[in-house]
């Protein structure tokens, strides 16, 4: 009698068999493969270069737009008690010392130049983790990457820009911090510049001490970036133009969604890990020997759970603008790409 079902050791085969690699049979289909697997390459790579581009640009709108916030939000965190009564008496103090131009702008010569290659390798790597998991994970017939999967992939484009968000936010918050300090008559800052913070910084305590609160920013941006991406891609959804009757796409989004998006993408960015960056800020700024633990306790004694959160209002403020203003540089720079390359 024969069977309708195939044997256990047919199964087997066939499973073994659909784990192995195609092997063409004649030097067309080899050529056609090789063809094939090239313009993949070249394709993804384009997609990477863009996506790096895109990003030093949306990183240049972000410091123009919200340094300003940035600062406020720094001197809150790093003052002694007692010193500003709120995010407006910074402002105040900030312009009547240094003028509107110094008083707010202090400190941005290294975010600019780091910023640029910063968000560059943020939105390439999240570029590269969408690769990644494609690659390793199931992916819904649509090709559409689920909420999890989109805040993998952002998770990890925080890695690789540790790298550069460490010296260059040490170096930022420690020229923030000294603008704040009142000098004598005729005393000058201990700092000159951007540069010359990195050559104390090394002269003192070698590489180790230009890269200090390392751990601190990868803790912080890790999660932070996931929840930046997943929350971009998630309203950028919501907000898509849909046929009423399939449910499918059937517009482009606007820029105002588009800044809506990205909007939202950086309040979702800083509400879980705000603690994590007040830490960072008052690590990167201590004089000597300090530790993430020293710090956590001193900040704990100091003021208990609210002494995590100074400077919480100006960081949000400064999330809407210059997040609304990243992700809209971004999408016009890639509008841009796309109508010169493609």
């Not at 010392?97 to 110094?102: I, M």
């Not at 952002?154 to 820009?161: E, R």
Request: aromatic share 8%.
């Amino acid at each position: 009698m024969s069977s309708t079902t195939s044997s256990p050791g047919a199964k087997i085969q066939q499973a073994v068999t659909d784990k192995l690699p195609h092997l063409p049979e004649t030097k067309e289909e080899l050529k056609a493969e090789i063809k094939a697997e090239a313009k993949a390459a070249a394709s993804a790579g384009a997609s990477q270069l863009r996506s790096f581009v895109a990003g030093g640009f949306g990183g240049v709108c972000a410091v123009l737009v919200g340094h300003p916030f940035d600062l406020v939000k720094v001197r809150l965190q790093t003052a002694e008690k007692g010193v500003y009564t709120g995010a407006i008496d910074v402002v105040k103090k900030s312009i009547a010392k240094d003028g509107l131009r110094r008083g707010l702008y202090a400190g941005v010569s290294a975010p600019l130049v780091g910023v640029t290659p910063m968000f560059a390798v943020s939105f390439w790597g999240y570029d590269l983790g969408k690769q990644i998991v494609r690659a390793t994970s199931t992916v819904a017939p649509d090709g559409n990457l689920s909420i999890a999967q989109i805040s993998a992939a952002g998770f990890f484009s925080a890695i690789p820009m540790t790298a550069i968000t460490a010296p260059f936010e040490r170096v930022k918050v420690i020229l923030q911090v000294q603008g704040q300090q009142q000098l004598a008559p005729g005393q000058k800052p201990k700092y000159s510049g951007g540069m010359d913070v990195v050559r104390q910084l090394y002269k003192e305590g070698g590489v180790r001490s230009v890269f200090r609160g390392s751990v601190a920013t990868l803790a912080r941006d890790g999660p932070g970036s996931a929840a930046y991406f997943a929350a971009y891609e998630y309203i950028k959804k919501a907000l898509t133009p849909k046929d009423p009757v399939t449910g499918e796409a059937s517009g482009k989004l606007s820029l105002g969604a588009i800044t809506v998006a990205g909007a939202g993408a950086g309040v979702a960015m800083w509400i879980p890990v705000f603690p994590i960056d007040t830490v960072k800020s008052r690590l990167q700024t201590a004089e000597g020997n300090v530790t993430i633990g020293g710090v956590v306790k001193q900040l704990y004694r100091a003021g208990g759970y609210k002494a995590f959160f100074p400077g919480f209002a100006p960081a949000l403020a400064r999330a809407v603008p210059a997040n609304a203003a990243t992700f809209l540089g971004v999408e016009l720079a890639h509008q841009a790409m796309n109508k010169a390359f493609n």
